[in-house]
């Protein structure tokens, strides 16, 4: 049994040198760990492709599906309470006004909050409950995914990010709420908003202009 | 006045002084956050009209905190800033030096830490009416995060003196200016071209003479968001083609164009420099690497190849004896009907065909996630040389005798495949495969090195078809009984056939020593020379204590492991002899009005004999360093100019192929590598030492002290 042992590990070595040397020229990087997620290997979530199917639990402890709501529009927004970006768009009422706009045309609008336990913008079911109240916002749902699961399913970035899903489950627009980059509630004025847009051409089944742009934020918290 | 009262007044007086000050604070210079401390300067201390002129704002950031890039990355966002100017005056976009990947919880930012310059010019009209000081304002906004993000701003106001002349210097930021212009990114001396392969976006630098020994780091910052999956990791080659960067694809669906900056850090002997270039290039065609070997095969030539290939390796001395026996006993027992016999052959194929498959996905796996485990297109890689070299040598031994390959997996295999029915039927097929694996080496290199090279699909395919071609003649024989009689029969010819079969391993060994003395010259062939000795050691000391027992046997065991790992050790070496290749026709095709002369010991003497000053510029064409110094210092018109109004002979010692000569005059001050430059003032003995990283400004006063 040594015998055979000594012979597989000799065996390994052989085939190691064989198969498995590194490119000796490669030059790795300093790249952070990523092997915790094994998300971050997958292909990366682009506007024409469907829209990964998710389970999860909303503030009220409902338990809601992607795919449940097949037949519908579905926007998901990232959001960070503390965040200043996220102040921006909710002290101006403007993120409140998109919510009420969109699930005024039978959209279901659900915020997402992947902050991990102890980062900042995690916040317990009654928290979240409060938020909502106090902020007088309206989405659907507001789904707690401390786990990050969802989050990094979706490669979110930032708080806001925006993914807007047609009726067939594709995802149509993937990207910033608008494209003032700032934490300046004065911007919104003059910014081009990007999600009714998205919602207005998804609704009459068109494509969607700008279907990629790049969220701004600040990072999803997500638990390391 | 009660000596109570005067310091009650003077503290009054100096409190409302402050006050009245306080609200000026806002516009004060600089901008003190919690965070940052922020200064808008101007390069020159006066306003030459018609004359544009640089600013710069400066972040001084906390500790542990980051400022971002104009593409932040993940997150953040990029700093910006709203001017307002005089009539006729304008400031141009802000220009950002090279930034630092900064991960943060599985994300990736691209930012500043510490402390960055951003860069702006001004552009003045040709009259100003006016006598009095222009004043320049600007509000700028900044987000700045450790792990949560402040955002902040400061409105700066900078007021410049009109002055006909040329202005004067603002020293106190000249080094931070200097400092900055380092850190910009240059035009790429180098075509590159891209193309998207799967998730794969590759990028080629054709660089040919960067080499690998050189270079500590790479990464690619793009401009847009989406190109690249930020946080995953950049994997960077080089051959003989130059740089290949291997970057993960983003969420843009549609990439037309990628535009960015390299970031290269360089190791010369004394420092490891940072280089940034700028990057432009259309989205190219997809194009597949072709190993060397199969240049221009098409598909159905290297399908032909593999079957042949598969076929070969049942004559190969680990699975000949097995599946020989296998097929005696399986068509000597008559009582199988022939009915059963093909069911057998068709199950032992089966068992080939799911191990070649499962080899493959293997290989296509470590191949996504970005292991480039290649063959072919590596053999200009001396390490891997070395290596393939060692194995060979390794399998020769084995056929030789000095040692039984895998024995014991082999004993294990056969239990599993001694089993009657269709099980052991298709154990067979799987331990077939795996004793063929270690015999095979050679032969399935260049299929493999095509199948890494190629779509999955083709890739699978070829595996697929080696799997059939080692499968073959035992299905023949399941079907046509009658051929069985033709086959030989194992005996001592076997031994015989095994150790001729060796020579072969030898004399590719001699050919890889040669392919390396080419690459890595005579050190390259000593180490790789000594390492098969050890290798050899190491395979006798395995064997040799195989038969004593206890712990003498574990200890021969790890012992031979110890070896071997030396020899792999050794095999690293001559991946860092530069190699000895001539390529001094690939000097960059930068205008250079400067007139160089190559450079040699007596032509040097004499030079400084007939009492010129004399500059001596040590580069070579793997240098990156040297490169953007001749490009940024030394090419420049005022740079010449300071040159030729001192008459100073230019000499170039080319050390791309390491001349002798070049490399005894690198030692005499002390350096291992280039670049070199000595300054030598006429009829002085010592020259003086510029530094490795040139400024134009500090050549130029060089040149002018003379």
Known sequence: MKNQLIAIALYSAFSLALTACQNPSTVSQNTPNVASNAAEAATPVRVGSPAPDFTATDSNGKSHRLSDFKGKVVVLEWTNHQCP?????YNSNNMQKLQKETTGKGVVWLSVISSAQGQQGYVTPQEANQLTKSRNASPTAVLLDASGEIGRLYQARTTPHIFVIDSSGVLKYAGAIDDKPSTNAADIKSAKNYVIPAVDSVLKGQNVADSTTQPYGCSVKYGS | MHKLTQIAIKIITFILSFLVLLPLTAWANPVKTEHVQTHLVSEVNSIQPGKPFWVGLHFQIKQGWHTYWKNPGDSGAAPSIAWKLPQGFSAGELVYPYPERLPASGLMNFGYKDEVMLLSQITTPGTVNTKEPIQLTARADWLVCEKECIPENGTFSLSLPIATGTPTVNTRWAKEFEKTRATLPQDSPWQTTAHIQGETLILKVNAPQLQASQIKEVAFFPDQ??????????KASFDKDGLTLLLERGNRGEVNQVTGILVLQEVLDRQTPTQAFAIATQLGAATTTQPATTASLPLWQVLGLAL???????????????????????????????QEVRQRGIVFTAGVLISFLFLAVILLVLRSFGQQIGWGFQLQSPVFVSLMAYLLFAVGLSLSGVFIFGASLMGMGQTLAARNGLWGEFFTGVFATVVATPCTAPFMATAIGVALTQTPIVALAIFLVLGFGLALPYLLISFLPGLQKILPRPGAWMETFAQLL????????????????QQAGSDGVAAVLFGLVLISFAVWLHQKTQIISGWRRRFGSIAALVVLGFALALAQLPGSIAPNVANSNTQQATSTSLNWQPYTPERL?????????????????????????????????????????????????DWTNRDTAITQALAAFGRSGVPLYLLYPANSATPQILPQILSPQEVQQKVKSL
Not at chain 2, 321 to 330: D, G
Not at chain 2, 638 to 653: C, G, R
Request: glycine share 4%; net charge positive.
């Open chain 2, 605 to 653: 003497t004499q030079v400084r004999q007939s009492g010129k000053p004399v500059f001596v510029n040590f580069s070579a064409a793997w240098c990156i360093t040297c490169l953007v110094n001749e490009r940024v210092a030394l090419n420049q018109p005022e740079t010449v100019t300071a040159f030729q109004a001192k008459d100073v002979a230019l000499l170039k010692a």
């Open chain 2, 502 to 517: 060796a020579f072969p391993m030898y004399a590719a060994t001699a050919w890889l020593v040669w392919v390396l003395s």
């Open chain 1, 85 to 89: 970006f996220v102040l921006k768009h």
């Open chain 2, 225 to 234: 968001d989406g190109i690249i999956n930020n946080p995953a990791p950049q």
């Open chain 2, 308 to 338: 042949l290939g598969g076929i070969v390796l049942n004559l190969m001395p680990c699975v000949f004896p097995v599946l020989s026996l296998k097929a005696l006993n399986v068509l000597q027992k008559s009582n199988f009907s022939k």
